[in-house]
Nanobody
Framework: QVQPVESGGGLVQAGASLRLSCAVSGRTLGSFAVAWFRQAPGKEREPVAV????????YYVDSVKGRFTISRDNAKNTVYLQMNGLKPEDTAVYYCAAGPRFGRYDNWGQGTQVTVSS
């Protein structure tokens, strides 16, 4: 059973940085894709960044390009989301999800809260 577990959320001021971690247990990620999603109060969950474990290819939603970076550590089976220049509109619960390919995520973490104050 693949199980992502997020950590690293918190309360920060606008302009600050945070790094989220997603440790994935249950199997080596080989050809999997791992994504970060977020859901703000009253809004639908949206994809933020995705990384292809095999070749490291990554994709970002336009609103975070240039500020967020997704990366992976093969040895630790962990994906990171480095978030710089945080804005109040980045406030949300951030979820990590893993699946066999881009766009299909069968395994989800419980989420970690990120709150950015102005």
């Amino acid at each position: 059973q693949v199980q992502p577990v997020e950590s690293g959320g918190g309360l920060v001021q606008a302009g600050a940085s945070l790094r989220l971690s997603c440790a994935v247990s249950g199997r080596t990620l080989g050809s999997f894709a791992v994504a970060w999603f977020r859901q703000a109060p009253g809004k639908e969950r949206e994809p933020v960044a995705v990384i292809n474990w095999n070749d490291g290819a990554s994709y970002y939603v336009d609103s975070v390009k240039g500020r967020f970076t997704i990366s992976r550590d093969n040895a630790k089976n962990t994906v990171y989301l480095q978030m710089n220049g945080l804005k109040p509109e980045d406030t949300a619960v951030y979820y990590c999800a893993a699946g066999p390919r881009f766009g299909r995520y069968d395994n989800w973490g419980q989420g970690t809260q990120v709150t950015v104050s102005s």
